[in-house]
């Protein structure tokens, strides 16, 4: 099998760059603004963490078999990236509000903390939606 071949990174590269396009657009929509910058952040909606850890996961288990040990590492890998997206990292973002909050003003020169680094329960469903559509349309071609 060639990387070319390899239909579970595939499967993920596609996922990761669908999620990465459709914050571009959704900023665009929602700000009316271009900013193609959205395409390399992270947090978010959709989350691209979940939607390519999905379609690797799912991938390996149509191409290799879901009682496939290698199944079973990519399905813990990523149940535990989609929790710590919507648990550690969600957290991560809301300290970072509170802190930018406060300290704006206060400090000269304060450099703002990045807030936009987890995810929600729904931008982590709808990302992992993105990664089992993509999976499932990878194996049928």
Same mark, same amino acid.
Do not use: C
């Given at each position: 099998?060639?990387?070319?071949?390899?239909?579970?990174?595939?499967? +993920?590269?596609?996922?990761?760059?669908?999620?990465?396009?459709?914050?571009v657009i959704i900023?665009?929509?929602?700000?009316?603004e271009f900013d193609?910058?959205?395409?390399? +952040?992270?947090?978010?909606?959709?989350?691209?963490?979940?939607?390519?850890? %999905?379609?690797? +996961?799912?991938?390996?288990?149509? %191409?290799?078999?879901?009682?496939?040990? %290698?199944?079973?590492?990519?399905?813990?890998?990523?149940?535990?990236?989609?929790?710590?997206?919507?648990?550690?990292?969600?957290?991560?973002?809301?300290?970072?509000?509170?802190?930018?909050?406060?300290?704006?003003?206060?400090?000269?020169?304060?450099?703002?903390?990045?807030?936009?680094?987890?995810?929600?329960?729904?931008?982590?469903?709808?990302?992992?939606?993105?990664?089992?559509?993509?999976?499932?349309?990878?194996?049928?071609?």
């Amino acid at each position: 099998m060639t990387i070319l071949h390899n239909e579970p990174l595939i499967s +993920a590269v596609i996922a990761w760059f669908i999620a990465q396009f459709l914050k571009v657009i959704i900023h665009l929509f929602k700000e009316k603004e271009f900013d193609i910058s959205k395409f390399f +952040a992270s947090g978010g909606m959709p989350s691209s963490h979940s939607s390519t850890v %999905t379609g690797l +996961a799912l991938s390996v288990g149509l %191409t290799e078999g879901f009682g496939n040990v %290698t199944f079973a590492i990519s399905a813990i890998f990523a149940t535990i990236i989609m929790y710590d997206a919507s648990g550690v990292r969600l957290a991560v973002s809301k300290h970072a509000k509170l802190l930018n909050d406060f300290f704006h003003g206060r400090i000269k020169n304060y450099k703002a903390l990045n807030e936009l680094v987890g995810h929600t329960s729904y931008e982590v469903v709808v990302g992992a939606l993105i990664g089992i559509i993509i999976a499932i349309i990878v194996s049928k071609f």
